[in-house]
Structure formats: C-alpha cells, structure tokens
C-alpha cells in the first residue's frame, strides 16, 4: 500500500511569518493551526510558568474580541478550539466549517497584535488563579500526578531548561508583574516567531491573503534572544532513585530514560521499541506482567520527544494487589534489557510497523492533525516535509536497529526509577553510582 502524500505550499510573509497551506476538499472544514516558538524551556530562572499562563490569557480579550468571545465566536460558528504548551512550544488552534475560514484568521490575528491593549492586571489575577487550580487538580491531587515532573527534574540537571515543569512554579507565578508578564508576551508571540498551518476546504491564494491582510500589519520582533546551549551526555551516567509515598491506590513504579533527540532515526527505532513492550495486548511487557504472570494491573511505553539536548522514553506499571514492588520492577526491567540483547523477530517486527501505520495514517486522515504536525515539523525541525517522510521512516527500521537504540538508551547508568507507594509521607530521594 503506497503512503500518501500531503501536499502543501510553505512560504513567508515580509513579516516573517511562516504560512503553510494543504488544500482538502474532500469534506468542507479548514483547520487553522498557529504554532509559537516559545515554551517552559524559554523561561528563566524566577520567571517560569510564563508560556503556560499564556495558553489561558490568550482567551482572555485583545483590542477587537471581548474576555472569552474568542471561543464563542468560534462555537457559535460551528467549530471546536484550544491551546496547549509544552517545553518547546505554544500552539491554538480551530476547526471550523470552511466557509468560516476568515473569522479564524483574524481571531489569531487579533490577539497576537493586539493582547497587550487588553491585558490587565485584573485577568492576569484571574489567570493566575485558574493556573494555580489547573496545579493542584492535574499534579498535586491527582494520584501519581508528579510523575511528569519529577523524572524531568531527574533526566535534566537543574541548571537545562527542560528541568522545570511547563506549568512553572505558583511562588514565580505569584512575584510575575504586569511588567514581566507583558515583557515575556511582546518578545515572543511574534510573526516571525510564529508558524500558521491551514488544512482543508481552502484556496491557497484566498489563506494567502487573508494572512497578509490580518497578520501582515503585526511587525516583526527582530530581536529574540537565543536559548542557552542545551547540549547534554547521551546518558544521565548513573541511577537514580526516587520513592515518593502519597495518596495513591496502587504501588507503581516508572522508569524513565535520555534518549535521542526528535529527528534522530534512533528515536525512530526507539518508537518501534515502545510499540513492541507495550503497544497493545500481543505486546512484550503485556503478556509477561499482565496476561501470563499477572504482577502489574498495566504498562507502558513511550516516548516524548524533544529537540533540546536529549528526549525522553519513559514507562510504568501499576503493581497486582499482593505481588512485591520489587518483583514487578525486575520482571519489567529484564524485558528492556532482553529487546536490547535479543533482536525482534520478523512477526514482532510487522506488528510493531502495521500499529504505527495504523496510528500515523489514522492521524493524517484529519485536517487538525496535518495542520498541527505542518506547524510541528516546521517549527521544531524546519521541515514541514516531515509529514511524508516519518512514516516511510518508520517503516524503514531493522530490528537491528531497535535491538541498538534499547541497547544504548535502556542502561542502568541512565534510568531514572520513580516508585509510587500508597503511603502519607514525604518522599525519600536516593542516588545509586
């Protein structure tokens, strides 16, 4: 079965923003898709939470869109909407019927230009507020809630800028003023700073000039500070040990590990790795914990992938009711390091591609998806045309190749283990050379 192929047009408005078009017209919806260079790992010691706090604050009003009419403006239309952050970047985005193209446009428009003739020190207050809950609703009262943060804090020393959490310190937070905050925003959300993806239902001539009639007034920021160098050892160069006892149901223990930055083909082969562990009920860690020996409740693999220095694969599994911690931990730990002597064989090997497949294809079917991953690939890699080739890339990897990256990243000097007890207490940090 041949890989499709995305069409797209990429160029760059005089203002420097990057304007990449798909056109569909298999079905009448556009997705509008803006990606910021700008995340967690752009903040400064004393300043974090920053990129996050503006993921909420961008719906907050700008010169011409009302406190949340942006998002009722985009429902009213017909169309669904949100932002995220994370440590390398910022994105918002609309789906909406095709024919509501413009409105789109110009809301993320609006408030890229305009935000800073609306914020006030009433809704960062607010804002500020709503952050802090998000914190204690998604990691301080959500049991194991602090994984996330945690093997960060353990994979990245504290001086790299992947060592904080996206969502910042509250105490940063709390000490930002207006000032600070107004500062962070005009150094980078600007065009050139910025990539806007539109897939669907368009004319590339029409997204064209729409782009330069709404974005093309905003100027450029020519002076954005470069980040630190984020260079790191491929290995951590030890274990580390953490057990934290808090308010969970179950003993689970994860382990997590520097891996190749996105881009690397090892991180290819490492995916594939995570696909044959874990992807799925046939998969390795599956029928040994699982299904056949029934130590853990579940598992998993996976990786998140980074451009700064070193990405990340993390996994767990959530401990049986009366078996060890200790137990689990081992049988999970062999079946990493029996991938890394032991080469797949050719079934393990066509299913870990054919569920790959099935992910990469199942997420190009969508006009949100193409969009963010144009906007993903390039402002992370400078290469849109990743769309059409990480797929043949997948399919590419030997099991040679993913007998070689477990080998190199699934070392005991550079794994981070993190065990979960259901105990009050305050946790207990222990490093093994």
Same mark, same amino acid.
């Given at each position: ?34 990606? *910021? ?8 010691? +004393? ?139 005009? %150094? *980078? *959300? ?63 223990? *994860? ?24 992807? +799925? ?107 059409? %080739? ?7 990897? %030997? ?29 207990? %940090?222990?490093?093994?050379?």
């Amino acid at each position: 079965m041949p890989v499709p192929v995305v069409e797209f047009s990429d160029e760059r408005l005089p203002n420097g923003l990057r304007l990449i078009v798909a056109e569909d017209h298999l079905a009448p919806v556009v997705a509008v898709n803006l990606w *910021y260079d700008v995340g967690s790992k752009h903040e400064v010691p +004393g300043k974090t939470g920053f990129a996050h706090l503006f993921e909420h604050v961008m719906f907050q009003g700008s010169a011409h869109v009302g406190k949340a009419e942006h998002m009722a403006l985009v429902q009213g239309a017909g169309g669904t909407l949100n932002g995220t952050t994370w440590l390398d970047r910022t994105n918002y985005f609309e789906t909406l019927p095709s024919h509501q193209l413009e409105l789109a446009i110009w809301l993320e428009a609006d408030r890229m230009g305009t935000l800073l003739e609306a914020l006030s020190q009433e809704n960062l207050d607010n804002q500020r507020e709503v952050v802090k809950n998000e914190k204690r609703w998604s990691y301080d009262n959500r049991p194991y809630g602090t994984w996330n943060e945690k093997i960060l804090g353990h994979l990245f020393p504290e001086e790299h800028p992947y060592h904080h959490p996206t969502i910042g310190s509250m105490e940063d937070l709390d000490a930002a003023s207006l000032d600070d905050v107004k500062a962070f925003f005009a %150094t *980078y *959300y600007a065009p050139n700073n910025a990539v806007l993806s539109v897939a669907g239902d368009c004319d590339r001539a029409t997204v064209r000039a729409l782009a330069e009639k709404y974005f093309g007034p905003i100027p450029a920021n020519p002076d954005i500070p470069p980040l630190p160098d984020m260079s790191l050892p491929a290995i951590i160069g030890t274990e580390i040990r953490e057990t934290v006892e808090d308010r969970v149901p179950l003993p689970r223990v *994860y382990v997590g590990f520097r891996a190749p930055v996105f881009g690397d083909r090892r991180l290819d082969a490492l995916d594939l790795a995570a696909q044959l562990l874990a992807g +799925g009920k046939g998969s390795r860690l599956h029928r040994r914990l699982v299904r056949d020996e029934r130590l853990a409740q579940d598992v998993a693999v996976f990786t998140l992938p980074f451009i700064g220095g070193a990405s990340v694969c993390i996994g767990w599994a959530t401990v049986r009711p009366g078996v060890e911690i200790a137990t689990v931990e081992a049988a999970y730990l062999e079946e990493l390091e029996k991938l890394a002597s032991e080469v797949p064989t050719a079934d393990e090997l066509a299913r870990a591609k054919a569920l790959t497949e099935a992910d990469e294809l199942g997420a190009l079917a969508r006009v949100e998806e193409r969009a963010d991953r144009l906007s993903m690939y390039a402002t992370l890699c400078d290469d849109p045309g990743l769309i059409n %080739t990480l797929l043949p890339r997948y399919l590419s990897v %030997t099991a040679e190749q993913i007998s070689d990256a477990a080998r190199d990243v699934f070392r005991a000097d550079n794994r981070v283990v993190l065990t979960y007890v259901p105990q009050a207490g305050t946790a207990t %940090t222990e490093e093994a050379a």
